[in-house]
């Protein structure tokens, strides 16, 4: 079965340090999702990828998708103390089955 | 806009006894499902619903099962708990199965 893997599974960054974390799948996905999940809290959608190469931003934080469809990553520039918490990326190969990343827990230290 | 919500928000069970986490959705979304979250491990799907009467398993269904009568409702039913059962359940409803999740506050759920 399909599985994503994330990496690293915690980072412990100094404010101001920039972060990322990378996706990868066994196989090729049609879309990429990001989900950034606070302490005690549920996962929030942060952004969908579905294009070979794609790029997108939003303010500090920058999405990649890889070329081949099989990874992604992202990149959080200056980091800030309401960025802590668990980015998960999430994919499917198809229409139905969604399969979430193991997680990068991310703690930011003021 | 309630969006999705989940019932109970705790729980603890003995082994052996069975109970139904409620999961209700007010997007009208056809897509939802149930995952599981443990420790160093992700989310984990454990079922899922394309649409009303549509069920099928996701990566570790044994030990549930849901069901689907109506849009906005997808239960998911523990049979008899066992510890290994205790974990963080979400919901999460979508469009399609391809877009943006709406995920619940959570379930914690712990098995004596």
């Known amino acids: 079965g399909q599985q994503v893997m994330q990496i690293p599974q915690y980072q412990h960054v100094q404010e101001g340090e920039d972060f990322t974390t990378y996706c990868n799948s066994s196989?090729?996905?049609?879309?990429i999702q990001w989900y950034k999940q606070r302490p005690g809290g549920h996962p929030v959608f942060l952004i969908q990828l579905v294009k070979s190469g794609e790029v997108k931003k939003q303010k500090r934080l920058t999405f990649q998708f890889g070329e081949a469809k099989k990874n992604s990553s992202l990149h959080i520039t200056a980091t800030q103390t309401t960025d802590v918490g668990t980015y998960f990326c999430?994919?499917?190969?198809?229409?139905?089955?969604?399969?979430f990343g193991t997680g990068t827990k991310l703690q930011v230290i003021p | 806009n309630a969006g999705v919500t989940q019932t109970p928000k705790f729980q603890v069970l003995k082994t052996g006894q069975s109970m139904t986490l409620q999961c209700a959705q007010d997007?009208?979304?056809?897509?939802m499902s149930w995952y599981r979250q443990d420790p160093g491990m992700g989310l984990r799907l454990i079922h899922y619903s394309v649409g009303a009467g549509i069920t099928d398993q996701g990566e570790v269904p044994n030990g549930y099962n849901v069901s689907r009568s109506t849009t906005e409702d997808f239960p998911l039913r523990l049979l008899s708990a066992a510890p290994s059962q205790t974990s963080v359940y979400f919901c999460a409803s979508s469009r399609t199965g391809q877009g943006e999740a709406f995920f619940g506050q959570g379930t914690r759920l712990t098995v004596v």
């Open positions: 999430a994919g499917s190969g198809g229409y139905q089955k969604v399969t």
């Open positions: 196989t090729t996905l049609s879309n």
């Open positions: 997007m009208n979304h056809e897509y």
